[in-house]
C-alpha cells in the first residue's frame, strides 16, 4: 500500500507546526522569562530550528509531493484547503533564494537594533543608512514573491500576513473611510468639547490588585488558565502556542486603564488562539486565518464590548471594589467617557478608534511608495509629516513623534498596518452580527456573561481557522464581506448617538 | 578547497548542540511554567526536535564523516577529544534500532505515569508488570550498547551517565567504602547520643524572606542572574543551558534549610554550567563531564562547604536577619548539629551523608541483578527490604518507603544511581585539594568569601569540560583517581573530630 501524498505532506507540515510551536515557546521565554545574558544562544537555537523548517520546506520530495497531491486533491473539502495552504506556505517559503533570505535576516536584525537607540535619541539620520539597506532587501524579496505569487510586489508583502489581499481592496476600503471619516471626526471633537471633561481616578492602583481584577475578566470571557498564561513583558503581546496561549501585560500604579485594556485586547487575541480546531492544531489550515482577522478578535473584545457601555455597568463596581475607593470618577458613564476619549495626536499605538485608521492609511501610502520605488528613505520625515498634517491636521514636532515611532519598518515588516483597521472594521461588522443574533445581548452583557459573544466567535470565526478566506468567513458569518459600514454605524452609535 | 570531515561533524553536532539547547528551555518551561493542559502538545514538541537529532545522527554521512576523521585526526588535542566525544554519543544515537527507541520512550513514559499513582497508594503490584516490561527492553537496550561499546550489560547503561565506567571501578570503592562505613556510623551515632540534640528554629519563615537570602548565597558563590534564574517547581533542579543557567527550589513556611541546602546545592550545579568553555559550548567535548562530576559540584557546595562550621558562621548572622529573631537556634553550632544529624532512615533523598551510600549501595546490587537476570521484578520488594536491613539495620514498613521511593527505575533509568556517591567521593577529594591549595581556606569562607573554592574549580574541574575523562581530570587536580580516602577524613574530622 503506497502512502497518498497529500498524507505524507500532512506529516511534514505535523513536524514543521511542532517545530514552530517550539520556537513559539522559546520566542515567550525570550520576552518574559530570558536573562539578559542568554540573548546570542536563543538567536541560535531558533535559527537552527528555522534551518530545519527550512530544509523540510526546501527538499525537493516536499515540492514532488505538493505537485502529485494537487494532480490528485483528496475528496475531503478540509483536506483540500489544507493542502491550498501548504502550498501557500510552500510559496513564501521557497521563492527568495537562501542567500536573500539570510541577508534579510541580518539587515532586518542591524537595523532593528539601532532604531532602538535611534527613537529615543530622535535621530532619523543615525538609521537612515540600515534602513534604506533593508528596504532595498524587502524590495528584492518582494519582486521573488511577486512572481511566484502572480500579484503585485506591495500584495506579496502584504500577503505574508493577510493571504490573498490585493491593493485595490485596500484602496477601496480606505477611500470609503475617508468618505466618512474626517466629518465623523470633525463632529465628535465638536460634541466632546462641548461636555465636561472626565474624572481620572486616582492611584496608585497596587499591582497585585491589578493582576487579580485583569484574571477576572480573563476567567469571564473564557480564557483558560490551565491552557494558558498571564505574565509580565516590556511590550506586551500575545504569544505561546494554541494548547498553551500567553500573554503579557505592564503595569503602571499611576494607570491601571492602560494595563486593563491591553489584557483585554490580548485575551481576544488569545481566545482566537484557544479556540482554532485541536484536529488541525500544527497543519497550515489548523492556525488563524490571517493577522486582519485576528485583529478583529482583540478589537472585538477591547474596542467592540470592552469600551462599550454595557460592559461598563457590569465593570465599574468591580474596578471600585479592586481599588478600594468609591467616587465620581468610577461611575460607569464617567469611565465610558474617558476611556473613548478621541483627540488627534501623533502616536499611533495611543490612538482612539476614531482617529486610528488615519495613522494606519498615512503608513500605508507610504510604504506602498518606499516599496514601489516612487519614495526614498531621506524623503520619508518630511513626508510623513505632510501625510500626517493633510489627514489629521497636525504636525509631528520631531521624527520621534513622526517615522520614527513604530518598530514595524525597521524590523523588515512591510505591508502588514493594513491589517489593523481592517481588523477594526471587521470587529464592528462581527460585533453587529453577533447583535443581529443575540437579541438580548445587551442584558447578558451588563450582568458579566460575554458567552453570547465568544460562543458566536468560537464558531463562526475561530473553529474555522485557514479553512475559507478572511472575506469568505466573514460573509458566511455576517452577511457581507469586508466593509466600512458597520464600523461608520459603530462610531456613530457610540460617539454621536 | 575541501572542508575536513572534523570540520563538518563540527557542524554537525552544533546543529545537534542548539537542538539539545532547545530542548532544555522547554523542559525547564515544562517543569516551571507550563500549564497542566498542554503537556501532550509539548511532548510532541519535543519529541519532533528529537526526531530531528536523531536523523542528523543516523544520517549514513555523519558515520562517513566519522570514519574519515578519525583516520586522519585533527592536530589539536582539544579537536581529538572532541572528536573521541562525537564517536561516543553516535554509538549511544546508533546502537539502539528506532523500534526499539521508540518502544522505551513509551514504556518509560508509561510505567513512569503508573508509579507516580502507585507509590503515594504504596501498591507495587500496580506497577509491576509495566516496570517489568520496561525492563525487559532496558535489558535489550544494554545488550545492544554494550556489543557497541564493548563492555559488559550494566556498564552500558552506567556509560550512558559516566563515560567508561567498570563494575570493577564501582565495586572497588563501594568495598572500601563497606569497609569503613559501618564503623563511622556506629562512632557518629554513639557520639550523636551522648549530646544534647539540637534547638530547631521555630517558623514561620516567610518565602520573600527565604528567597532573598538564598539569592544572596547565590549571588556569593558566583552566580550571574544575568545569566541565569531562580524559580519554584515541584522537583527542585539545576536546569536551562550553560548561558543561561536556572536551578529551581520549592519553599515550606514551616522549615527554610530544605529549600535553602537545596538551592545551594543545585548552584553548585549551576556554577558547573557557566563555567564550561563559551568556545565550545555547542560541541561535544565542551559539556559536562558526567553525572559523577555534576554530583560532585553540588555536593561540594552543599555538604563540604555549606554544611561546614566555617560557612555556617558566616551564614549563620545572616539567617538570623532574613528570620528576625534571635535565639540560640541561630548559634553557629546549633546550626551544624542541626544541618549534620545523622540518622538511618528509610528515604534516599531525605539521607545524611553517612548513611547516603547504604542507600546507592543497595540500588547498585539490586539494578545489576535485575539487568543480568538474577533477580526478577516480583522478588525485588522483599529483596530490597531484607538489603536495607542487612545494610542499615533497618526494615522498611511498607514498598513506599522500600522500592517504590525513587523515580529511576520506573523511568527506565539504570545505572545511574552510583554516580551519587561517586560524586559525594569526588566532592571530599576535591575540597580537600582546595584546602592544600589555599592555606587561608578557613579564614575566607568565614568571612564570605568563597572565590578560594569557585575559582578552582573553574579553573580544574568546569572549564576541563569533557576534555578528558573524570580520573584523568580528578588526578591532575587533586593528585589522585577517585577513591575513598577523602571522603573518610572527611566524616572522621567533621563528626568524630
Given at each position: 500500500m503506497t502512502t497518498h501524498p497529500y498524507t505524507s505532506l500532512e506529516n511534514r507540515f505535523r513536524r514543521i507546526g511542532a517545530l514552530h510551536e517550539a520556537q513559539g515557546i522559546l520566542h515567550w521565554d525570550m520576552a518574559v522569562m530570558m536573562p539578559s545574558g542568554a540573548a546570542s544562544g536563543r538567536a541560535e537555537q531558533l535559527s537552527e530550528i528555522s534551518l530545519v523548517v527550512h530544509e523540510i520546506m526546501n527538499d525537493a520530495e516536499t515540492a514532488d509531493l505538493l505537485a502529485a497531491a494537487e494532480a490528485d486533491p483528496p475528496t475531503d473539502a478540509h483536506e483540500r484547503a489544507n493542502l491550498f495552504e501548504m502550498r501557500r506556505k510552500h510559496v513564501h517559503a521557497t521563492a527568495v533564494e537562501a542567500d536573500l533570505v539570510a541577508a534579510l535576516t541580518k539587515a532586518s536584525s542591524d537595523c532593528e537594533m539601532c532604531w532602538r537607540d535611534a527613537r529615543p535619541a530622535n535621530d532619523f539620520a543615525a538609521v537612515s543608512g540600515k534602513l534604506e539597506n533593508l528596504l532595498m532587501l524587502v524590495r528584492e524579496q518582494a519582486t521573488a514573491k511577486s512572481e511566484a505569487l502572480s500579484c503585485a510586489s506591495y500584495e506579496a508583502l502584504m500577503d505574508q500576513y493577510e493571504p490573498g489581499i490585493r491593493e485595490s481592496d485596500i484602496d477601496g476600503l480606505f477611500d470609503d473611510l475617508l468618505g466618512f471619516l474626517p466629518g465623523v471626526l470633525e463632529k465628535v471633537l465638536e460634541r466632546q468639547a462641548r461636555g465636561a471633561a472626565p474624572v481620572i481616578p486616582e492611584g496608585p492602583f497596587p499591582v497585585g490588585a491589578q493582576r487579580a481584577l485583569a484574571e477576572e475578566f480573563m476567567k469571564r470571557l473564557g480564557f483558560d488558565f490551565d491552557r494558558g498564561r498571564l505574565d509580565v513583558s516590556l511590550h506586551p503581546f500575545c504569544g505561546g502556542v494554541p494548547g498553551d496561549v500567553r500573554i503579557t501585560t505592564r503595569y503602571s500604579e499611576d494607570d491601571f486603564a492602560h494595563s486593563l485594556m491591553g489584557v483585554l485586547h490580548e485575551t481576544g487575541h488569545a481566545l482566537y488562539e484557544a479556540n482554532l480546531p485541536e484536529k488541525w492544531r500544527l497543519q497550515p489550515a489548523g492556525q488563524a486565518r490571517g493577522m486582519a482577522m485576528h485583529e478583529s478578535q482583540s478589537l472585538l473584545i477591547e474596542m467592540q464590548l470592552c469600551r462599550g457601555s454595557e460592559f461598563l455597568e457590569f465593570a465599574a463596581p468591580l474596578m471600585r471594589e479592586a481599588f478600594g475607593v468609591d467616587a465620581a470618577a468610577w461611575r460607569s458613564d464617567n469611565l465610558a467617557a474617558l476611556y473613548r476619549r478621541v483627540k488627534?495626536?501623533?502616536?499611533?499605538?495611543?490612538?482612539?478608534?476614531?482617529?486610528?485608521?488615519?495613522?494606519?492609511?498615512?503608513?500605508?501610502?507610504?510604504?506602498?511608495?518606499l516599496v514601489a520605488g516612487d519614495l526614498s528613505i531621506s524623503e520619508l520625515p518630511a513626508a510623513w509629516n505632510a501625510g500626517m498634517e493633510k489627514l489629521l491636521g497636525i504636525r509631528p514636532p520631531d521624527d520621534r513623534h513622526g517615522c520614527l515611532q513604530d518598530i514595524h519598518w525597521f524590523s523588515g515588516s512591510f505591508g502588514y498596518f493594513p491589517t489593523y483597521t481592517m481588523g477594526a472594521l471587521a470587529a464592528a461588522q462581527i460585533f453587529a452580527a453577533i447583535r443581529r443574533d443575540n437579541p438580548g445581548l445587551t442584558g447578558a452583557i451588563s450582568q458579566g456573561d460575554f458567552s453570547p459573544i465568544t460562543g458566536w466567535c468560537a464558531e463562526n470565526i475561530h473553529t474555522r481557522a485557514s479553512f475559507a478566506s478572511t472575506d469568505e468567513i466573514l460573509a458566511e458569518a455576517t452577511g457581507q464581506p469586508l466593509g466600512t459600514a458597520a464600523f461608520r454605524d459603530h462610531l456613530e452609535a457610540r460617539y454621536l448617538a
Amino acid at each position: 500500500m503506497t502512502t497518498h501524498p497529500y498524507t505524507s505532506l500532512e506529516n511534514r507540515f505535523r513536524r514543521i507546526g511542532a517545530l514552530h510551536e517550539a520556537q513559539g515557546i522559546l520566542h515567550w521565554d525570550m520576552a518574559v522569562m530570558m536573562p539578559s545574558g542568554a540573548a546570542s544562544g536563543r538567536a541560535e537555537q531558533l535559527s537552527e530550528i528555522s534551518l530545519v523548517v527550512h530544509e523540510i520546506m526546501n527538499d525537493a520530495e516536499t515540492a514532488d509531493l505538493l505537485a502529485a497531491a494537487e494532480a490528485d486533491p483528496p475528496t475531503d473539502a478540509h483536506e483540500r484547503a489544507n493542502l491550498f495552504e501548504m502550498r501557500r506556505k510552500h510559496v513564501h517559503a521557497t521563492a527568495v533564494e537562501a542567500d536573500l533570505v539570510a541577508a534579510l535576516t541580518k539587515a532586518s536584525s542591524d537595523c532593528e537594533m539601532c532604531w532602538r537607540d535611534a527613537r529615543p535619541a530622535n535621530d532619523f539620520a543615525a538609521v537612515s543608512g540600515k534602513l534604506e539597506n533593508l528596504l532595498m532587501l524587502v524590495r528584492e524579496q518582494a519582486t521573488a514573491k511577486s512572481e511566484a505569487l502572480s500579484c503585485a510586489s506591495y500584495e506579496a508583502l502584504m500577503d505574508q500576513y493577510e493571504p490573498g489581499i490585493r491593493e485595490s481592496d485596500i484602496d477601496g476600503l480606505f477611500d470609503d473611510l475617508l468618505g466618512f471619516l474626517p466629518g465623523v471626526l470633525e463632529k465628535v471633537l465638536e460634541r466632546q468639547a462641548r461636555g465636561a471633561a472626565p474624572v481620572i481616578p486616582e492611584g496608585p492602583f497596587p499591582v497585585g490588585a491589578q493582576r487579580a481584577l485583569a484574571e477576572e475578566f480573563m476567567k469571564r470571557l473564557g480564557f483558560d488558565f490551565d491552557r494558558g498564561r498571564l505574565d509580565v513583558s516590556l511590550h506586551p503581546f500575545c504569544g505561546g502556542v494554541p494548547g498553551d496561549v500567553r500573554i503579557t501585560t505592564r503595569y503602571s500604579e499611576d494607570d491601571f486603564a492602560h494595563s486593563l485594556m491591553g489584557v483585554l485586547h490580548e485575551t481576544g487575541h488569545a481566545l482566537y488562539e484557544a479556540n482554532l480546531p485541536e484536529k488541525w492544531r500544527l497543519q497550515p489550515a489548523g492556525q488563524a486565518r490571517g493577522m486582519a482577522m485576528h485583529e478583529s478578535q482583540s478589537l472585538l473584545i477591547e474596542m467592540q464590548l470592552c469600551r462599550g457601555s454595557e460592559f461598563l455597568e457590569f465593570a465599574a463596581p468591580l474596578m471600585r471594589e479592586a481599588f478600594g475607593v468609591d467616587a465620581a470618577a468610577w461611575r460607569s458613564d464617567n469611565l465610558a467617557a474617558l476611556y473613548r476619549r478621541v483627540k488627534p495626536d501623533f502616536i499611533r499605538v495611543d490612538a482612539d478608534e476614531v482617529t486610528y485608521p488615519f495613522h494606519v492609511i498615512l503608513r500605508y501610502r507610504l510604504e506602498k511608495a518606499l516599496v514601489a520605488g516612487d519614495l526614498s528613505i531621506s524623503e520619508l520625515p518630511a513626508a510623513w509629516n505632510a501625510g500626517m498634517e493633510k489627514l489629521l491636521g497636525i504636525r509631528p514636532p520631531d521624527d520621534r513623534h513622526g517615522c520614527l515611532q513604530d518598530i514595524h519598518w525597521f524590523s523588515g515588516s512591510f505591508g502588514y498596518f493594513p491589517t489593523y483597521t481592517m481588523g477594526a472594521l471587521a470587529a464592528a461588522q462581527i460585533f453587529a452580527a453577533i447583535r443581529r443574533d443575540n437579541p438580548g445581548l445587551t442584558g447578558a452583557i451588563s450582568q458579566g456573561d460575554f458567552s453570547p459573544i465568544t460562543g458566536w466567535c468560537a464558531e463562526n470565526i475561530h473553529t474555522r481557522a485557514s479553512f475559507a478566506s478572511t472575506d469568505e468567513i466573514l460573509a458566511e458569518a455576517t452577511g457581507q464581506p469586508l466593509g466600512t459600514a458597520a464600523f461608520r454605524d459603530h462610531l456613530e452609535a457610540r460617539y454621536l448617538a
